[in-house]
């Protein structure tokens, strides 16, 4: 892979309803605040790739909210439909391939839609959409395969909520910040067993934008880059019932490629923090036995181990996960910002001391059928 | 079993449920159906850089990527710039069922805007209608307004 | 600069109105197969698959992990790209960047739609602004009326000049196997055909088909492995100009984006005399009026020159510059699809596939993709290594 | 922000898309639910390749990029692989909370079944045996069978 950087990033405090602004107010103040960051005009910026969903959106051609506002209008500009992290993706594609630099930005607004509608439609037309599963009921089948194929126990999985949303209180962009115990967790109200309300991320409004720039440029920049080390993506069987699901064989064949891009043979080791995607709490162990940082059903441990903690020896999810903020789409591209941040050595109160090398990660479809992880390092 | 014979009956699977959504209109399109509903009259917003007035406001103007403040108010009346006499059915997303047919829609530039704005032109024969009359604004009472487009009721043709 | 692409490969499904013999899923296989067998693969060569559709036209939330099953992207990477109309021109180009990056060899592009799965004009209408234009607007034909007339008023063009372009390539459709719509259509025919809006009538407009279209795209190296005669892409170009619908009404200005896309994919391949450089184009017409006008933002004429243009055969094949040998929109529109079928379309021709439908000796071959806000997209591919 | 941003009341608009949707089932699935409606009987198909048998009946096999031709009638019995109870309500759900989703590997398939349980909810659990029940009046989609209910000792 030829090298390129993140040389800008910005993202939007997420909030429950951001009641007096649209998408292109939301893309604007992040797409200026990225330049900003950069040190950039947007002259300078080649091409433009933007992330949202039609379905959450409520509109068909959802990137044609936000054209103006991202600088598009005289640019090669296009829309992923999908995590932020595949948008960042498409960005890095770009640059790689002779764009000097490429704004992505993501954007989403959950207060707008009916997530349990929206999400109904990730499922079969034929077999499942009249069943009315959706994203929350999804996981809770997941959490349930997950946790009796390993004996994990619900307080185990409560630890991963209290950890994240704990972090959360060191982001000032974080939606909820919240000092919890396992009992307050094992204690919130059922949703889908063995889902309760705190190991579930709340609706989310917000944005995000990162600027990718080639080597020459990123070496210009007057801001430390982070550099990109490795990415890769994966997916696996669409039906629920086709997968193992205890077993997120599309993010180890993901992380496999990444870590041999990134030179990483034992991520445990070599990688200073991680930024995981876990809209459910128990998605953070299961994410991580696929990432290769302990063996399958060791996950839920990791907490408990003080492995994941602040203060372990891999942290995860610093900021607070998407436990305590999940701007769907964004919050992928989110994970990716905050791991900027981290090599870049300035990510305020939730600063892991000395990362150099970090992780993020994001997936698209019902229970993370296909994954995307990031590898970027504080050296070229 | 044995193995695929004649064609089947051929199946459809129907799914009629309708996704709801609650848009934001945000400070700038809140402003301009604000100032209908207290001074009947439309408003755009002016870029200092290429000094474009656009209608609605908004935050960002898409040439200069600059960012918008200064409002203007516009009058009532404009010009047909363009329009169609709808005539074929077609279901209505927002509710699922046809739409009323005809029904004229024309595109307007209102005195004092760059843009184009677009909304229902209140005649429905064709040959009566040509591009460049002038329309005015007809407004719904106060009391009925709801802070959307529906706040127009439609364009009168200005003799 | 990245590395060099091609295409290797094309497969296409059989157009129709409604295929309720398959699922949108199983239709996207059809294509896949068909490329894979075109490009003499199997699903096991390809590195990594790009698709996009609508979600709003058949309700299906990320159809990237939905279609698995039929795109073959098991256990491989696969991303979702949409753009609307110009949503095949963007998987193209998305699958482009995939490989000229250096990061995959042999990228599979899919596009697809089956519009008999809703209410076409219905879905359409969702691509509105739901706070100020969506209460108003009744889909694309009545914009696409008021440039028409636009046009007319401007040059003094007529319906007849219009619904020549539709004879053309309804006439050019009974080529191409794949067409949905094979039956001869008249300046006659058009003219008596129903008034839609004025001056569209149902001769005039694309139809609503079910469909898919797979490419298959590999890395300078390797298409010379593959393919005996690769599709090499020397332009790509984007132009997604507009954000507001009121915004891009000034029809007097022409289509502004395909002006801009057009001229930065010229520069990029070299071209300075498009007709004389270009031996076949595949536009995204969706209208007759559409081979008037925009052939002369394409520069493929001056302003107001289009009628005479056409008229003298030069879009037809023999002539100057062929237009849609494959019968182009105005005879299969498969949404989602739509846009890669051009580039498809023009891939063939350079490879020398394209049978009843083909050009002859075709080096330099024009692709564009229409939708959005008036967007436009350009992609030139050439016989010969860049 | 100018003073006019300040004093702005912001609004929003409810609305919807309702846009009624038809999917065609295609030759493969309609063979499916006919015989769901017609004969009450669960089908799937057997890979030429992996061996592997799947239902619902799909066309092809996503794994080994082939066809499915060869059609296998499984019982409507299986065991539990997952199952959750959901306790919140909307629109779209087939039943009133509780109820729950649950995967069942039917006997002699390889993979789950997604389908509901509406009654006896206490008595889930991993392993359980549970048996499809059929409408009496049956459509031709997937709810024409009801749901599935535990069957024999816990």
Redesign the interface.
């Known amino acids: 892979m030829g090298k390129a950087a993140i040389v800008g990033v910005a993202q939007t405090k997420y909030e429950r309803r951001?009641?007096?602004?649209?998408f292109?107010?939301l893309v604007?103040d992040v797409t200026r605040e990225a330049l900003a960051d950069a040190g950039m005009t947007?002259d300078d910026i080649e091409s433009v790739v933007t992330v949202s969903n039609d379905?959450f959106d409520?509109r068909t051609i959802s990137g044609m909210a936000v054209?103006?506002?991202c600088?598009g209008?005289?640019k090669n500009i296009s829309t992923v439909s999908g995590d932020g992290t595949f948008g960042a993706f498409y960005g890095l594609m770009r640059v790689l391939s002779g764009f000097r630099t490429t704004l992505v930005v993501a954007h989403y607004?959950g207060?707008?839609?009916?997530v349990p509608?929206?999400t109904n439609g990730m499922f079969d037309?034929?077999f499942h959409?009249?069943l009315g599963v959706d994203a929350v009921s999804s996981a809770a089948l997941q959490a349930n395969v997950y946790m009796n194929r390993h004996g994990v126990t619900e307080e185990e999985i409560a630890a991963v909520s209290v950890k994240n949303h704990g972090n959360a209180l060191n982001n000032p962009y974080a939606q909820v910040p919240l000092r919890i115990t396992v009992a307050d967790v094992m204690a919130s109200r059922k949703i889908a067993d063995p889902l309760k309300l705190l190991d579930c991320c709340p609706v989310s409004d917000g944005a995000a934008a990162v600027i990718i720039a080639d080597e020459e440029t990123a070496k210009r920049g007057g801001r430390r880059p982070a550099w990109v080390k490795g990415v890769a993506h994966c997916c696996e069987d669409y039906l629920l019932g086709d997968r193992d699901l205890a077993d997120p064989a599309a993010l180890r064949a993901a992380a496999a490629k990444a870590y041999a891009m990134a030179g990483i043979e034992d991520p445990l080791s070599e990688i200073d923090v991680m930024e995981v995607l876990e809209p459910f709490s128990y998605m953070e162990p299961l994410w991580l036995e696929g990432l290769g940082v302990c063996r399958p059903g060791e996950g839920a441990s990791l907490v408990e181990r003080g492995v994941t903690t602040m203060d372990g020896r891999l942290p995860v999810n610093p900021s607070g996960g998407a436990l305590s903020a999940n701007p769907i789409l964004v919050a992928g591209l989110a994970r990716l910002v905050e791991a900027v941040l981290q090599v870049r050595g300035e990510a305020g109160a939730r600063q892991i001391k000395g990362a150099k090398t970090a992780l993020a990660h994001g997936f698209n479809g019902p229970c993370g059928q296909s994954h995307c992880v990031w590898i970027v390092g504080a050296e070229g | 079993?044995?193995?695929?014979g004649t064609?089947?009956?051929?199946?459809?699977?129907?799914?009629?449920?309708?996704?709801?959504?609650?848009?934001?209109?945000?400070?700038?399109?809140?402003?301009f159906?604000?100032e209908i509903r207290e001074k009947r009259r439309f408003i755009g917003i002016r870029c200092d850089g290429c000094g474009s007035v656009?209608?609605?406001p908004?935050?960002?103007?898409?040439?200069c990527?600059r960012?918008l403040?200064e409002?203007v108010p516009l009058s009532d009346t404009g010009v047909l710039?363009?329009?169609?006499?709808?005539?074929?059915p077609?279901?209505?997303?927002?509710?699922?069922e046809l739409?009323p047919i005809p029904?004229t829609?024309g595109?307007i530039r209102l005195d004092g805007a760059d843009?184009?704005?677009?909304?229902?032109i209140n005649e429905k024969d064709?040959h009566k209608i040509k591009?460049g009359m002038r329309v005015r604004a007809v407004f719904k009472n106060p009391e009925e307004m709801e802070?959307?487009?529906?706040d127009i009721k439609y364009f009168d043709l200005l003799p | 600069m990245g590395r060099r692409v091609a295409i290797v490969g094309t497969g296409q499904t059989y157009h129709k109105s409604h295929r309720?013999?398959v699922t949108s899923r199983e239709m996207i296989r059809e294509a896949v197969v068909a490329a894979l067998a075109d490009a003499d693969l199997t699903i096991k060569d390809i590195d990594a698959v790009v698709i996009g559709n609508m979600d709003?036209f058949e309700?299906i939330n990320y159809v990237d992990t939905y279609s698995v099953e039929g795109s073959g992207a098991f256990m491989k990477p696969v991303m979702k790209v949409s753009t609307g109309g110009t949503t095949g021109s963007t998987v193209a180009i998305a699958a482009y960047y995939h490989v000229a990056s250096g990061l995959f060899d042999r990228v599979l592009a899919v596009g697809f739609e089956k519009n008999s799965e809703s209410?076409t004009?219905?879905?359409i209408?969702?691509c509105s602004d739901?706070?100020?234009?969506?209460?108003?607007?009744?889909?694309a034909?009545?914009s696409l009326?008021?440039e028409a007339?636009?046009y007319m008023?401007k040059y003094g063009a007529t319906q007849e000049d219009a619904a020549m372009v539709g004879e053309r390539d309804r006439g050019h459709a009974l080529n191409n196997p794949y067409a949905h719509l094979r039956r001869p259509l008249t300046v006659a025919d058009i003219m008596a055909s129903p008034m839609?809006?004025?001056p569209i009538k149902l001769g005039d407009i694309c139809p609503r088909s079910d469909g898919a279209c797979a490419v298959i795209l590999a890395a300078d190296g390797i298409a010379q492995k593959i393919a005996s005669r690769p599709a090499w892409f020397k332009a790509v170009s984007v132009r997604h100009?507009?954000?507001?619908?009121?915004?891009s009404?000034?029809?007097n200005k022409g289509l502004v984006s395909l002006q801009r896309a057009s001229r930065e994919a010229y520069a990029q391949a070299g071209i300075k005399n498009p007709v004389e450089e270009i031996d076949v184009a595949e536009l995204y017409l969706p209208y007759t009026w559409a081979g008037l006008k925009w052939i002369e933002d394409l520069g493929f004429c001056g302003p107001g020159e289009a009628a005479r243009f056409v008229g003298d055969g030069n879009t037809h094949m023999g002539g100057k510059l062929p237009v849609n040998p494959s019968g182009g929109v105005l005879s299969t529109n498969c949404i989602g699809a739509t846009a890669l079928l051009r580039v498809a379309e023009a891939a063939i021709q350079i490879m020398g596939k394209g049978g009843k439908r083909q050009v002859p000796d075709v080096k330099t071959a024009l692709a564009t993709g229409f939708g959005g806000c008036f967007w436009s997209d350009v992609v030139i591919l050439s016989a010969v290594r860049p | 922000m100018?003073d006019?941003?300040r004093e702005?009341?912001?609004?929003?608009?409810?609305?919807?898309?309702?846009?009624?949707?038809?999917?065609?089932?295609?030759?493969t699935?309609?063979?499916f639910?006919?015989a769901l409606r017609d004969e009450g009987k669960i089908?799937g198909t057997r890979c030429p390749e992996c061996r592997k048998v799947f239902v619902p009946a799909r066309r092809s096999c996503s794994r080994c990029f082939v066809e499915m031709?060869?059609?296998?009638?499984l019982p409507p019995e299986g065991v539990v692989e997952a199952f959750t109870i959901v306790r919140y309500a909307h629109?779209?759900q087939p039943a009133e909370p509780p109820f729950a989703y649950v995967l069942v590997k039917l006997d002699g398939a390889d993979v789950s079944f997604l389908h509901i349980v509406k009654k006896d909810l206490q008595d889930l659990g991993v392993g359980r045996r549970v048996r499809a029940v059929f409408k009496e009046k049956r459509d031709?989609?997937i709810l024409d069978i009801d749901a599935f209910e535990p069957v024999g000792e816990h």
């Open positions: 951001k009641k007096d602004q649209i292109a107010d604007f947007i379905f409520g054209g103006d506002a600088g209008q005289d607004k207060s707008e839609g009916s509608v929206t037309p034929l959409r009249l | 079993m044995e193995k695929n064609p089947v009956e051929r199946l459809e699977i129907t799914f009629k449920h309708p996704m709801p959504y609650e848009w934001s209109i945000g400070r700038y399109g809140s402003r159906f604000q656009y209608v609605p908004r935050r960002v103007c898409g040439p990527f960012e403040t409002l710039t363009a329009f169609s006499v709808v005539n074929y077609f279901i209505d997303p927002a509710t699922g739409r029904y829609y595109y843009n184009i704005f677009s909304h229902l064709w591009v802070g959307n487009i529906q | 309720p013999d709003h309700s209410d004009t219905a879905a209408i969702t739901p706070v100020w234009d969506r209460f108003s607007y009744s889909g034909i009545p009326a008021t007339t636009a008023e839609l809006a004025y100009t507009y954000t507001w619908f009121g915004d009404t000034d029809y | 100018t006019w941003l702005v009341e912001p609004l929003t608009l409810k609305g919807q898309i309702a846009v009624p949707y038809t999917w065609w089932a295609g030759d699935a309609s063979r639910f006919t089908l031709d060869q059609w296998v009638e629109p779209i031709g989609h």
